[in-house]
C-alpha cells in the first residue's frame, strides 16, 4: 500500500513538473509575441508619423511608408530570429551528441525550431504593424490621420503592455506605462526630427 501511494507521489511530482515546463514553454512564445507586436507597432507607427511630418500634402505617403516598413520590419525579424534559433539548434544538437541523448525522442522534442521561431516572429510583428495602417487607411485629412494612428497605437501599447504584464505576472499599470511611454517618445522624436529635417530642406 505505501508503494502505491509513493509511485502516486512520484507520478503526481512528475505530471506537475511536465505541466509547469509546457506553461513555461507557451509563456515564452507569447511573451516573444508580445514583444515583437509591439516592436511592429512602434516602429511602423513612427514611421508613418515621420513620414507624415514631412509629406502631409501627400495622403498615400504615409500608407506607403508604414507597409513598406511593415514588409522590411517582418522579413529582418524573421531572418534575424532564424539564423539566432539556428545558432542555438547547432549548440543544443552538440551538447546532445557530446551526453549522446540525441536518439532518445523526449531530447528531438525540446529541440527549438527556426522556421517555426522565424513564422511566428514575422507574423507577431506584421499583426503589430497592421494596427497604424488599418488606423489610417481610410483617412484622407493629414491632421486626423496623425491623431488617429496615435490614438490607436496608444490604446494597442496599452493592450500589449498588459499582456506583457500578465504573462511575467507583474504590475500591469505600471507595465502599460513604460510601454505606452516608450511609444509615445518613439513616435515623438521621430515625427519631431523629421519636421525638423523638413523644415530646413534637407
Do not use: H
Amino acid at each position: 500500500m505505501a508503494l502505491q501511494e509513493t509511485k502516486l507521489a512520484i507520478d503526481g511530482v512528475q505530471t506537475n513538473q511536465a505541466e509547469e515546463l509546457d506553461y513555461s514553454k507557451r509563456a515564452q512564445w507569447l511573451r516573444a509575441a508580445v514583444l515583437g507586436a509591439n516592436d511592429g507597432l512602434v516602429s511602423t507607427a513612427s514611421l508613418m508619423m515621420g513620414v507624415g511630418a514631412v509629406k502631409g500634402n501627400d495622403p498615400k505617403a504615409m500608407i506607403v511608408s508604414g507597409f513598406a516598413g511593415l514588409i522590411a520590419g517582418a522579413c529582418s525579424m524573421a531572418i534575424g530570429e532564424f539564423v539566432s534559433v539556428y545558432s542555438q539548434l547547432d549548440v543544443e544538437v552538440a551538447q546532445m551528441k557530446r551526453e549522446q541523448q540525441l536518439d532518445d525522442g523526449e531530447g528531438r522534442e525540446r529541440l527549438p525550431s527556426p522556421v517555426q521561431a522565424a513564422a511566428a516572429s514575422a507574423l507577431a510583428f506584421s499583426a503589430g504593424a497592421t494596427v497604424p495602417l488599418l488606423a489610417a487607411g481610410f483617412i484622407g485629412s493629414y491632421k486626423v490621420r496623425i491623431g488617429v494612428v496615435a490614438a490607436a497605437a496608444t490604446v494597442a501599447l496599452a493592450v500589449f503592455g498588459w499582456a506583457g504584464a500578465a504573462l511575467g505576472r507583474s504590475p500591469a499599470g505600471r507595465a502599460c506605462g513604460r510601454v505606452v511611454v516608450g511609444g509615445w517618445a518613439a513616435m515623438a522624436v521621430t515625427f519631431g526630427l523629421m519636421k525638423l529635417f523638413g523644415s530646413s530642406g534637407i
